[in-house]
């Protein structure tokens, strides 16, 4: 009985570090493309979606270190996420400040490309996460930023869709704003359950 069950867990820490290692290579590529086209089209929202996917992929490395790990290690692992998360968050909003007060516009196209490359790699994520045992607080993090990316990527996409029809760059700015805003609470989510997951540990 013992024996089946350790050989069962050591199947599911298998399978939880291998989805965070394809999660963690899909979403360093993808900080890459849309940070890069972001820069080149002036888009806010592309810009904020390729930082949170860097704080992803920061995050999936520091989780992929406590699958093995006991309780405490796990909530202090999710403990590092959503400080990482609060803090790229926050630089979010200081860059749509930042461009609020320039000039560049956006372009509605490549946007809406680069969202929905995007959106299809957060989904295949999230889909995977949702194999895993959510009662583990370090993968509860990783699905709960993951969702929250799926959502990020559909509100690029509709502020791609609506700066192409409109031509009005500010589109693109609430959406930046919004994704930074969101990011923020999602990595309150990941430090509140945290917090409650190392008060259990004692």
């Not at 069962?8 to 890069?36: K, P, Y």
């Not at 002036?42 to 949170?52: E, F, K, M, P, Q």
């Not at 957060?122 to 959502?151: E, P, S």
Request: aromatic share 4%; hydrophobic share 50%.
């Amino acid at each position: 009985m013992t024996d089946c069950a350790c050989s069962s867990a050591r199947t599911d820490t298998l399978a939880q570090r291998r989805v965070l290692r394809i999660a963690l290579v899909l979403n360093a590529m993808m900080f890459i493309v849309e940070t890069g086209a972001g820069l080149v089209t002036h888009s806010t929202g592309l810009i904020a979606d390729g930082i949170d996917m860097l704080a992803d992929a920061s995050t999936y490395a520091i989780t992929l270190t406590a699958v093995r790990q006991g309780a405490r290690f796990k909530a202090n692992a999710a403990m590092t996420s959503g400080t990482i998360l609060l803090l790229l968050g926050l630089g979010v909003l200081a860059e749509v400040g930042r461009r609020y007060f320039g000039a560049e516009q956006p372009e509605g196209p490549i946007m809406i490309a680069v969202g929905l490359v995007a959106l299809m790699v957060n989904a295949a994520v999230l889909r995977m996460l949702g194999k895993q045992n959510r009662d583990d607080v370090h993968i509860r993090a990783t699905w709960i930023f993951t969702r929250a990316d799926v959502v990020a990527n559909a509100a690029v996409i509709v502020s791609g869709l609506t700066v192409l029809l409109t031509g009005n760059r500010y589109f693109d700015l609430l959406v930046g704003l919004g994704i930074g805003l969101f990011v923020i609470r999602e990595a309150l989510e990941i430090l509140g359950d945290a917090g409650r997951a190392r008060k259990l540990t004692g």
